[in-house]
């Protein structure tokens, strides 16, 4: 049987992989037709005694590789097509509908707003079954609002209620190398999103009871409710939940940079190390006391009907099964439970199988319940750094008499542990974060058993004696001050550019022989293998052209010029929340994907939807030079140094020409209002091919522009204000004249951006007209003015939102 082990789950593999490449889903029944002919040619298969010529067990172990390919392909196929039939219907996108409902998991807290799940019990045809909801307050996506809503009352997992609700699909931001939102809501089931209207229009929110469902996930509300009553630091109340419950939202931004800084983010989340940990300790403790059952029992001890050993392998698999479905049930969580039920079941019929087949098992049986668990960092790091520690095996340690000796024996096998999960995990960390912790190997020697022994069983103690979480919080702060100060140092992260796929594969393969216990030659042949990860450099422009990369983030502005050898950031995005914006979390990780050192940062005005990312993105890039027009009364100016952005600026970069059009030194004086103010900026290469990027300005300024300036004419324009109706005139439009205009909004923005009328007129000049909610972020070179790359149809999956 193990012969076939290895093919049967490197088939199971590539099929989940296959199917989730495609773009667009077959019909339902295809799927079903390769789930039917790969488990007849998996029974017929098992059902052929193996033959001892080679080449004979050879065709078998294909064919068992074949039908295990189909069988993958089509039941995640199947399941897809079924799951892409509870898509929300397209007329309801918009419309106040009225849904009762049961909240289905434990809502998360926003300041004065709520975030959660809801499962539809009565509503219109064709909303689907799960919801992702917002209930907001009076702040809302980080602007404070007139006291005209009331905050959301408490809400908990298991009531009903009724909503006047809005909804759209399930639409993300898709950047080059961002993260997948519309994947992740795909693969909790959330087929639409939106928000509870409490407007004078509206019916008021009304509960209607609490049910006895989802009990799981009242109980992890409750323990997190306890938490907060008895930890008064909110800071390390979020670190203690998500300990204990795996409420990793409850943890604060500046906490979570420090642990990524640190690497070991792992430990905040609720990894296999907890798991097999506390699984440890509960079978250490019931295989003592099945053993002792005599004395309690003598008549009729517990082990004669099953023995010790079993029972401690039984009852530590239930509770690291419980613990992980209280905790919120993620990959690493699934990993180790079924990790640890398959060691366990093999133990109970005395078999013991080589790890390469209980590691793939386990991979097998995590992807066939959920197959878009493999686009996830977490199934990634988290199965490669158990096969690291299955591959590396343990070192062969000379028995020793002396306590000394051995526990010296036990510290140098720590040692060595962490220090292949640190060089093996490394390359990893850079294809999937573009990012890797220097400091990673130190702060996981101090992390990892000052979590493990100390954190995390206070944690769990404090379920029966809650003052015990004081003292879990004393040992998190001690812990946090150390890992903060070694992310302080600057040498503490390094990055490196996204590669392409072969220096991604030949990464991988110099890692295992790295991990294997092979002769030193040969790991230093793996190493090798990485260096092309290490050193590689993202392509840049030719000198004399340039490149525009105008990302997707919702409704705002944030375009990257980039140049032979320079790069302007042209605004920063919106501030989505108090806890994040699109610096944080679309910019920040495009320059880490490209290698990008920002030379300046122009913020063209002080709206938030210009300006609300700057923070994030000038902390990771403080050598910027940064122009702008905001008030010297802003927030940011007592940050940050910056200058005026004025009519007649200009300088040149590898051959390409930059010139500020507006505004003038005089408006700044006339305190104008901030779309007025917005800087203006025109590049022009070597080959004379050029763009205008224009902010927010209004028609008074386009035609001060076409009065002052010398020259207007652009291939590619930032479209005025998102699209407004107050920006575009049929007279800016005939001076630019432009081939391509970009659109940077929100998918149904609440302003009706970009407007039909405004649409109309580029539409009557003959100009392609992009637009980020359909383009995601696109890629515009000087040198080809009329090709541009769009990032939704590049990465295009069936799980993506295709608009009409």
Known sequence: MFSFLSPFCVGWFVGTAWQLQERDLMAWWCYARCCVAGLLLWCACLGIKPSAQASRRHWLAGALCVGALALAFGQSGWRAAHHLQQTLAPDLEGRTLSLVGVVSAMPQRLGDSWRFRFDVEDGPVGVPPRLLLGWYGNNTWGIAT??????????????????????????????????????????????????????????????????????????????????????????????????????????????????????????????????????????????????????????????????????????????????????????????????????????????????????????????????????????????????????????????????????????????????LMSVCLAPLSLLLFHQVSVVGWLANLVAVPWVTLAVTPLCLLGLLYAPLWSLAVWFLQVLMACLSWMAAWSWATWSAPAAPGWVAMAAMLGMGLWALRLPGWMRLGGVSLVLPLLFWQAPRPEPGTFELIAADMGQ?????????????????????????????????????????????????????????????????????????????????????????????QHWRWDDVQFEVLHPDPEDYARRAKPNAMSCVLRVQSASGSSALLVGDIEAPQEMRLIQQASSLQADWLLVPHHGSATSSTAEFLSVVQPQVAVVQSGYRNRFGHPRPEVLARYDARGVLVVQSARCGASTWHSDGPMLVRCEREQQQRYWHHHLP
């Open 146 to 419: 007139a006291g005209t809503t009331q905050p959301p009352p408490d809400l908990r997992a298991g009531d009903r209620w009724r909503f006047d609700v809005r909804l759209k699909a399930p639409h993300g931001h898709i950047n080059p190398h961002g993260f997948d939102y519309e994947l992740w809501l795909w693969e909790q089931s959330l087929q639409a999103t939106g928000y509870v209207r409490t407007g004078n229009k509206d019916n008021a929110p009304e509960w209607l009871g609490r049910t006895q469902r989802h009990w799981i996930e009242r109980a992890r509300q409750g323990v997190r409710e306890s938490i907060d009553a008895q930890v008064s630091d909110r800071q390390m109340a979020g670190l203690v939940a998500a300990l204990l419950v795996g409420d990793q939202a409850a943890i604060e931004r500046a906490d979570w940079d420090v642990f990524r800084a640190t690497g070991v983010a792992h430990l905040m989340a609720i990894s296999g190390l907890h798991i097999t940990g506390l699984a440890w300790m509960a079978a250490l403790f019931m295989g003592v006391l099945w053993r002792h059952s005599d004395r309690w029992s003598p008549s009729q001890p517990w082990s004669l009907w099953l023995p010790a050993p079993q029972a401690a392998h039984l009852f530590g698999c239930a509770v690291a099964l419980t613990y992980a479905l209280f905790t919120g049930w993620g990959v690493p969580a699934q990993r180790t439970v079924w990790m640890l039920v398959t060691v366990s079941l093999l133990r109970w019929q005395g078999r013991r199988w080589p790890w390469p087949h209980t590691w793939g098992v386990v991979c097998v049986v995590v992807l066939a319940l959920d197959p878009w668990a493999m686009m996830q960092a977490g199934f990634w790091l988290s199965f490669v750094a158990v096969g690291v520690l299955f591959a590396s095996g343990s070192p062969a340690w000379v028995e020793t008499e002396t306590l000394r000796q051995r526990v010296w024996q036990r510290v140098l096998g720590v040692l060595r542990e962490q220090w």
């Open 556 to 648: 705002g502005h944030a375009v990257l010029l980039r140049t032979a050898s320079h790069a302007l950031l042209y605004d920063t995005g919106p501030r989505y929340s108090a806890e994040t914006d699109a610096g944080q979390r679309v910019l920040v990780p495009l320059l880490r994907s490209l290698g990008e050192r920002l030379d300046a940062v122009i913020i063209s005005h002080q709206d938030s939807d210009h300006s609300g990312g700057a923070m994030s993105v000038l902390a990771m890039q403080p050598q910027a030079r940064v122009w702008t027009s905001m008030p010297e009364s802003h927030p940011l100016q007592a940050l940050y140094p910056m200058e005026r952005c004025e009519r007649g």
